[in-house]
């Protein structure tokens, strides 16, 4: 599989008013998250960025 196809990813639904991304596991490990983890979503201009949280 070549990592363009890797990283092309379907948004699913998830419940009835949520939907849900799933992330390359390469992605997560590199950065050291973990399952559960929280993280920051938000909105920029041509995207959206993901970001640990912190306190």
Not at 22 to 50: A, F, H, N, S, Y
Request: glycine residues 8%; charged residues 40%; positive net charge.
């Amino acid at each position: 599989m070549k990592l363009k196809d890797k990283n092309t990813r379907k948004i699913t639904r998830v419940g009835k008013t949520s939907l849900a991304v799933t992330l390359p596991i390469e992605m997560i490990r590199d950065l050291g998250w973990k399952e559960k983890q929280k993280v920051v979503v938000k909105k920029v201009r041509g995207g959206i960025l993901i970001k640990d949280w912190k306190k």
